[in-house]
């Protein structure tokens, strides 16, 4: 099985993704947020969640996000900026809840609530993380994926805004077993350093799990992200601790079950040190199956 069709869009370069990430505030709790645009005009989900996080977070200073739970209503045009209306639902001692409304023409194209947090002194527990090989001996994506260049205009090899580096078969690569396996563990870093702000660290991770965590669920349904119809539903994200993304962070991404046109995916993930920065799970829209509609 091969994917042999043109490439659906290029990868945005990371100096682009974190631009479009700091979103300009035009009033106290309004924000207007200029998309990443690509020849379908296709707003990624991952983006524009990891963009109202940033605009949540411009208005709890003094504290990081632990938690942000989004729904995707409708698509968007990603030749047009979107607005962020941001409205304080409650600023406590310790936790302050935000909600986030994305809207393009007067429709609303996302609704999110996020939640930060001071720092709190508490007893602490995680599950440890897998046993896998060191980053550095794993190969770039780019050099595990090299049998496949010719494809999709280049699209597997070309540039990516992040280093990753597959522990598990890539999607792609996956299409030559004889079974798909639900689990796909990679590490990932920027592939350039970037500023050293923990809210765009965290907007940068909500965008990685916007697109990496997919490929668990479209490689159990025998195909790739860039030939396979989807369409983000939901998107949940728990940060542990603050992320660095100066170094690796390792993604145990999963896909528990795909049912009625839907895939569920997870992910958990660690920091070099083996600390529990992340857990994260997506709900995926496939259609309604080959040659009928597929609107959600």
Known sequence: MTDTGKVSFAQPALADLIATLDVEQTDEHHFVATQ??????????????????????RTAPG???HSMHAYYLRAGDASRPVDLQVEVA??????STRQVTARQDGQILLEMLSSFTTAVE??????????VPDPDSV?????????????????????????????DPHPRAALELDE??????????PCEPVPADAALHSALLTYLSGTKMVETAVAMRRGTPASAFNALIDHALWFQ???DLSDWVLSDQFSPSGIAGRGLATSTMYN??????????QELYFGRGKGEERRR
């Open 36 to 57: 990443l645009d690509n020849p379908h005009h296709h707003i990624v989900g991952g983006h524009i969640a990891g963009q109202a996080l940033m605009a949540a977070s």
């Open 272 to 281: 070099r040190a083996g600390q529990l920065v992340c857990v994260a799970t």
């Open 180 to 189: 798909p396996s639900p689990r796909i563990r990679l590490w990932w870093k």
């Open 122 to 131: 508490a007893p602490e527990y995680q599950q440890p993380m897998p046993d």
């Open 139 to 167: 190969l770039p994506a780019q050099q595990q994926l090299a049998d496949y260049a010719d494809e999709l205009g280049g699209y597997w090899v070309q540039p990516h805004p992040f280093d990753q580096r597959y522990i």
């Open 63 to 65: 504290r990081v996000p």
């Open 241 to 243: 601790r603050p992320v």
């Open 90 to 95: 409650r600023d406590g001692g310790t936790l």
